[in-house]
């Protein structure tokens, strides 16, 4: 019982000053990360240990806050963080179309640049013109492997924005 009123006081302290302190820069869940270090051991391995323990204290607040969220009431937990999940994974979604735009255009254009790439071996030296050679055969073979995938990934983004509608 002692043990357990002890970090129960330790949190309380800890939480008590990571709520006095400001936001700033270097600062996470409410501790501050040590700006520097200065090369002398005593005072680095003071600033660095409270900062540790503040941030695993931080988390272990936050774990439980969320644990005790989903104790007093599962459905609304499990929808809250669905639709949490839901609008990151439209995010991510919205944010990569542009991407996979960019993404086919280069692989058109590196397809096509594949025989100046092999015909410039023919200038490197010695054990380089294999190598270089061997690698040019991998990269086609990474574009055959992008031309089975971009169909895939096509249908996979029809399928995703069908289900959204």
Same mark, same amino acid.
């Given at each position: $019982?002692?043990?357990?009123?002890?970090?129960?006081?330790?949190?309380t302290?800890?939480?008590?000053?990571?709520?006095?302190t400001? =936001?700033?820069e270097g600062?996470t869940?409410?501790?501050i990360?040590?700006?520097?270090?200065?090369g002398?051991?005593?005072?680095?391995?003071f600033?660095?240990?409270?900062?540790?323990?503040?941030?695993k204290?931080?988390?272990?607040k936050e774990?439980?806050?969320?644990a005790?969220?989903?104790?007093?009431?599962?459905?609304?937990?499990?929808?809250k963080r @669905?639709?949490?999940?839901k609008?990151q994974l439209? =995010?991510?979604? !919205?944010? $990569?179309i542009?991407?996979?735009?960019?993404?086919?255009?280069?692989?058109?254009?590196?397809?096509?640049?594949? @025989?100046?790439a !092999?015909?410039? !071996?023919?200038?490197?030296?010695g $054990?380089?013109k294999?190598?270089?050679?061997?690698?040019?055969?991998?990269?086609v073979?990474?574009?055959? =492997?992008? @031309?089975?995938t971009a169909?895939?990934?096509?249908?996979?983004?029809?399928?995703?924005l069908?289900?959204?509608?």
């Open positions: $019982m002692k043990n357990i009123l002890t970090a129960l006081l330790i949190s302290i800890f939480v008590g000053c990571a709520a006095k400001g =936001s700033g600062e869940a409410g501790c990360k040590p700006s520097k270090k200065y002398n051991a005593d005072v680095d391995d600033l660095q240990t409270s900062f540790d323990i503040c941030e204290l931080q988390k272990a774990l439980l806050s969320d005790n969220e989903f104790v007093a009431n599962p459905s609304a937990y499990i929808a @669905g639709a949490q999940a609008a439209l =995010s991510k979604v !919205t944010k $990569m542009p991407d996979l735009t960019k993404i086919a255009k280069n692989a058109v254009n590196t397809a096509a640049g594949s @025989g100046n !092999t015909s410039a !071996t023919a200038n490197l030296p $054990m380089d294999i190598k270089a050679a061997k690698d040019i055969a991998n990269a073979k990474n574009l055959k =492997s992008i @031309g089975e169909p895939k990934v096509a249908d996979e983004l029809n399928s995703l069908s289900k959204l509608k």
